[in-house]
């Protein structure tokens, strides 16, 4: 299922809230990558924490890394 880009679901987001390793030790902004794509710059995967969201479980989602892998359409 789609995610929707708005600001509820990016109040919702924990890519940037502290919990998500490979977002803070890539020093990523924003977030809600599961909604849009992915980061242009290499990253080092270093833990993801999507399925812990309530963004991933409110939508349905299976996959994991949207920073590095891109959206759930994608």
Known sequence: MRVTNNFTNMGKCI???GTCATYHENSLSGGLF???????????QKGCSCNNCVVWDEYCLIDLYFCTEG???E
Do not use: G, R
């Open 15 to 17: 890519c940037y809230k």
């Open 34 to 44: 599961c909604s849009t794509v992915a980061c242009q710059q290499p990253l080092q």
């Open 71 to 73: 959206s759930e359409i």
